[in-house]
Nanobody, 115 residues
Framework: QVQLVESGGGLVQPGGSLRLSCAAS????????MGWYRQAPGKERELVAT???????NYAGSVKGRFTNSRDNARNTMYLQMNSLKPEDTAVYYC?????????WGKGTLVTVSS
């Protein structure tokens, strides 16, 4: 059984920063691509950032230059450093990963950007 657990969400003022974590646990042989997605109220889930096992990254245009996606393969953990946060970044952020060649999702962590 593989689980992905996100943490680090919360309430932050516009212009502030947060760091999300996604920890994978269970019977893990290999984690390939990982990514962050988000879903704002009333909107569809959208891609935020992805990272390969070799740490190549890709970002949505709306977060490029503000968010940094990283991972620690030894700890089976991925991170999302979010800077210069805007109200439109408010959403539930989900972790996604290809673990043992299967697709897994976390339950999400809420990020609220508001003054």
């Amino acid at each position: 059984q593989v689980q992905l657990v996100e943490s680090g969400g919360g309430l932050v003022q516009p212009g502030g920063s947060l760091r999300l974590s996604c920890a994978a646990s269970g019977s893990i042989f290999r984690i390939n691509d990982m990514g962050w997605y988000r879903q704002a109220p009333g909107k569809e889930r959208e891609l935020v950032a992805t990272i390969t096992r070799s740490r190549s990254t890709n970002y949505a245009g709306s977060v490029k230059g503000r968010f940094t996606n990283s991972r620690d393969n030894a700890r089976n953990t991925m991170y999302l450093q979010m800077n210069s946060l805007k109200p439109e970044d408010t959403a539930v952020y989900y972790c996604n990963a290809e673990v043992n060649w299967g697709d897994y999702w976390g339950k999400g962590t809420l990020v609220t950007v508001s003054s």
